[in-house]
């Protein structure tokens, strides 16, 4: 399976290869491959084809406001939608899981909300910071399950 991610300060980061651990620790017949959005933009290559099924992560930076009249606004995040946006990259994502912080309230995770929307995919899941233990466990279950391996 595929992981598709952006992070600026390291939080999703972490998240994620805290969920590859814990996969290859329980379901070790699952093979994980990551892409960092950030690190991809950086080193200056065009946004790839997504022609396998992949899950995306994504933190939420807004620009001010309250997420309800005003702030819905997305900062720094725009690599991640706009891999999305190319050619059929949105038709094989499986689904999307956001990140955020509750003191955000109305924006929480809000921009993962607005890319399901915008693509058509579901929201998976959504988890605060650098995520807990019950998160990692919850949300790889439920990307196991989502890729088809228990059903
Ligand atoms: C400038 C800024 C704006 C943010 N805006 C929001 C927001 O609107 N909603 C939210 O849930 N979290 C918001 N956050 C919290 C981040 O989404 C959270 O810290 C996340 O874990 C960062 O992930 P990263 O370390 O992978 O970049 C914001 C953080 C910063 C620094």
Redesign the pocket.
């Known amino acids: 399976m595929k992981f598709v991610y952006i992070?600026?300060?390291?939080?999703?980061?972490a998240f994620v290869e805290k969920l590859v651990d814990y996969l290859a620790f329980k379901h070790p017949e699952v093979f994980v491959e990551t892409l960092d959005v950030k690190e991809l933009v950086k080193g200056g290559q065009d946004y790839p084809d997504l022609d396998q099924p992949y899950v995306a992560f994504l933190?939420?930076?807004?620009e001010g406001g309250n997420g309800v009249d005003t702030g819905d606004q997305e900062i720094l995040t725009g690599d991640l939608r706009q891999l999305i946006a190319k050619g059929d990259n949105a038709s094989n994502c499986l689904g999307i899981v956001g990140?955020?912080?509750r003191n955000?309230n109305n924006?929480?995770?809000?921009t993962a909300y607005q890319y399901s929307k915008q693509f058509n995919f579901p929201v998976l899941d959504v988890y605060e910071?650098r995520g807990l233990t019950a998160d990692v466990e919850r949300i790889a279950e439920k990307i196991y399950q989502v890729y088809g391996f228990e059903n």
């Not at 933190?59 to 807004?62: D, F, G, K, M, V």
């Not at 924006?107 to 809000?110: A, R």
């Open positions: 992070s600026l300060s390291g939080n999703t980061k933190p939420t930076y807004l990140s955020g912080n955000f924006q929480f995770c809000l910071m």
